[in-house]
């Protein structure tokens, strides 16, 4: 014989508990709310802007792969500034000319032979990148550790009202003098509402917080692919143009 498990709602006023709570229990929820209240903003901020720089990261690796120059790319970056990559190609490229200028100042007659780059000029190249992918991933990051923050104390500050409003309800058992569940239950009732209103702000948060930081992760990760294509376009170019040169010499 098959028994199915019959889920009956929740016939109390959550509403009514609280306000029927005392101040410092009021006070645990108002912080629980605000707490909650922060971290879906930042959620929803994150979501829409993760959106935003992968649509712009896309049309800025399309506009980037069907060049004909890096000077090409580097002329429209303003167009996808929600994009990391396209900081890190206006950056990248800024250096490599500043590069190149001070290895014309001081070698002003081997320009054929310095048009290129060697191990010092490629990490000077290099750490910049580093830097602006570095400062990109910090700005998408920001506030986020909130929500850690959020998904750490929730949970306790709901503990905290609950053992707030245990301690009234054996309070009110000795002021009474009886222990019948009549004097018991609603205090206990009302002490849980604090657990679970930390529980309802506490698991967004850590959702949100483990969605972002992978979402991080993978922008981490096409920011350091970037980085190595974009050396390898600019060796290329140069390689060609220092082709080109010495054929018309």
Known sequence: MTSFLLITPFKGNILKMIAESDI????????LLIFSIISWGII??????????????????????KRKRLSDVYLVCSSFKRSPLSKILEQGYSELQNVLKISEITNPKTKDVDLGLDQEKTDLINMVLERVGAEELQKLGRSVVFLATTGTVSPFLGLMGTIWGIINSFSSIGIRGSASLAVVAPGIALALVATIVGL??????????????NKLKAISVEVDNFSLEFLGAVKKELLYEKKSLRSTL
């Open 200 to 213: 309802f702000v506490a698991i967004p948060a850590v959702i949100g917080y483990n969605h972002i930081n």
């Open 44 to 65: 929803i901020n994150k979501i829409r802007l993760f959106k935003k720089v992968n649509s712009d990261t896309a049309k800025f690796l399309s506009a980037f792969r």
């Open 24 to 31: 410092f229990a009021k006070i645990i929820l108002l912080i």
